[in-house]
């Protein structure tokens, strides 16, 4: 054993020696620390070294290892530091650390001077003995690039930078050949995605190896255009932790794919604004010519009862004749009225619903009763429009089919979900009328389930209870689109009301 009076007097002659010479004759970046103290500093260094950091001689020059290296760098390089005073031998540890212009990976080696100095390590930099993306490797990425739907690319978390980019990709964007790093992709990136950036990157980083994540992103193009990008990314590479260092993806320009749904959607915009246009003239023929001229055949009938007794043959045909008439203009004020609903941007849903099954009671005699439960929310004008329609579309289906004399209805508000459920005291699924419904029950199951949502019919207390339910998609404040000046009454009538039969 080394007494402390030997101890103090090899590391007094360690000091004594001037390591500059001996560092600056090998061929790598070294330098050596004194690790005495367990808190390594750095006693000599060669000009590579300086050169290979991008520092001065004052920014090392008897300072610690921890101030010189970045965190993560000093605990890796720290680390292999204590193996090779433990082990007596070398040791290494790969690291990646930022110049002013670029990010490097490198390998730090850790060994032992065999000089009778105590407490000296000699540290050499040495280019990163596995390249994974060698010019081989490149060549192969670059190759299998086009037999992917989108352009390849990798990121090196570790070091928030890309570590390869496709030719294509690098055009695209206007990308330098050296890659990009984060600060750079944000820049280029739309100020409302960058959240869903960060986002995703926080996901890669805690991804299984099977796990793949999906991001669309808008980015800046060289001609000022914004571009949305889909990105699928998953796991590339590990460290020695078994933390995620690489990740590989394809990035695909999307445009084309965003235009043909800009031009359905304008489409399906226009073919709304037909069908509101044709239901508003049915509606106002309807009520303004055929009612009419029903009024005017109740009037002549009234007049031919005044001549012809009721006890001649006539007369009960004559009273069959009313009896229909009056049945068909109640029908027709019905129509009339379900191509005329209330607007949801004046009264909101709940209002919305009970007065339209107010209006449906009165000309169908059927007693509606609508209840709320929860605390109301803003939700999405889609959502409140598909549940509507289910409530048209039932109420319809109850007031041909079920022979109901009552009707519930109950909106339910929950933290994540909203339903409306309708149920009437008919005849239920018994009825084969009922049974073999197809086209009202398809339409409302079509309009759930474009926001997620389902339909499901199942036997009531005595009837049949329909129930509507979707994810409870909210708005900060009650927000409608521009529909090129059509009220919520328009976009109400957009949609068909279709019968069971």
């Keep these: 054993m080394v007494s402390m009076t030997g101890l103090a007097h090899k590391t007094s002659r360690a000091r004594s020696i001037n390591y500059g010479p001996i560092l600056s004759a090998m061929p790598r970046p070294a330098a050596v620390l004194d690790v005495n103290d367990g ?17 001065k001689a004052s920014a090392i020059r008897g300072r610690r290892l921890r101030d010189v290296f970045p965190p993560e760098s000093y605990l890796l390089i720290s680390d292999a530091v204590r193996r ?16 002013a ?45 086009p037999l992917n739907m989108g352009m390849v690319y990798v990121y090196d978390l570790a070091a928030h930078r ?105 489409a399906a915009h226009a073919l709304a604004i037909a069908e509101t246009s044709e239901r508003r003239r049915v509606g106002r023929e309807l009520h303004d010519s ?11 009938l009234t007049a031919l009862e005044r001549r012809i007794s009721l006890h001649l043959e006539g007369g009960s045909a004559l ?51 609508v209840d709320v439960v929860g605390a109301s929310q803003s939700l999405s004008l889609d959502l409140e ?30 933290d994540q979900q909203v339903s409306l459920q309708v149920e009437d005291d008919g005849v239920g699924l018994s009825d084969p009328a009922v049974r073999s419904v197809g086209v009202g029950v398809s339409g409302m199951q079509a309009r759930m389930t474009q926001l997620d949502g389902r339909i499901t019919l199942e036997p009531g207390l005595v009837g049949l209870r329909v129930v509507a339910s979707a994810p409870a998609r909210t708005v900060a404040a009650p927000q409608r689109p521009v529909r090129s000046g059509l009220s919520d009454a328009d976009i109400l009538m957009s949609a068909p009301i279709q019968g069971i039969a």
């Design 39 to 55: 808190d390594p500093s750095f006693m000599g260094f060669s000009s590579a070294f300086l050169a290979e950091l991008g520092l």
């Design 84 to 99: 090779c005073q433990q082990q007596a031998k070398a040791a290494s540890a790969s690291i990646t650390y930022r110049t």
């Design 101 to 145: 212009t670029s990010a490097l990976r490198r390998d730090v080696v850790a060994s032992p001077i065999h000089n009778g100095a105590a407490g000296q390590i000699l540290l050499t930099i040495e280019p990163a003995r596995r390249d994974m993306f060698s010019k081989e490797r490149r060549t192969l990425l670059d190759r299998l690039g």
């Design 162 to 266: 890309t570590s390869y980019v496709q030719k294509e990709l690098l055009d695209l964007l206007g990308i330098p050949p050296a890659g990009i790093d984060f600060d750079a992709i944000r820049e280029r990136m739309h100020p409302e995605d960058v959240p869903n950036f960060i986002n995703h990157l926080a996901q890669l980083a805690s991804m299984n190896d099977d796990a793949v994540s999906d991001v669309t992103l808008r980015m800046l193009a060289p001609d000022g255009r914004w571009l949305p990008i889909r990105s699928r990314a998953r796991v590339f590479a590990r460290d020695a932790s078994g933390a995620v260092r690489k990740t590989i993806g394809t990035a695909t320009d999307v445009s084309e794919h965003y235009a043909l749904s800009q031009a359905l959607e304008a």
């Design 290 to 300: 055929t009612v009419q001229h029903l009024v005017a055949m109740d009037l002549s």
């Design 319 to 369: 009273h069959d004749t009313r009896t229909a008439l009056s049945a068909a203009q109640r029908e027709i004020r019905t129509f009339s009225f379900m191509l005329h609903p209330p607007e949801l941007e004046e009264r909101g849903l709940p209002d919305t619903l009970r007065a339209f099954a107010d209006g449906f009671a009165r000309r169908t005699g059927l007693r509606i009763s």
């Design 385 to 414: 429009l598909a549940l509507f329609r289910v409530m048209q579309e039932a109420l319809m289906n109850v007031h041909r089919h079920a022979r109901a004399r009552s009707v519930g209805v109950l909106l339910r508000y929950e």
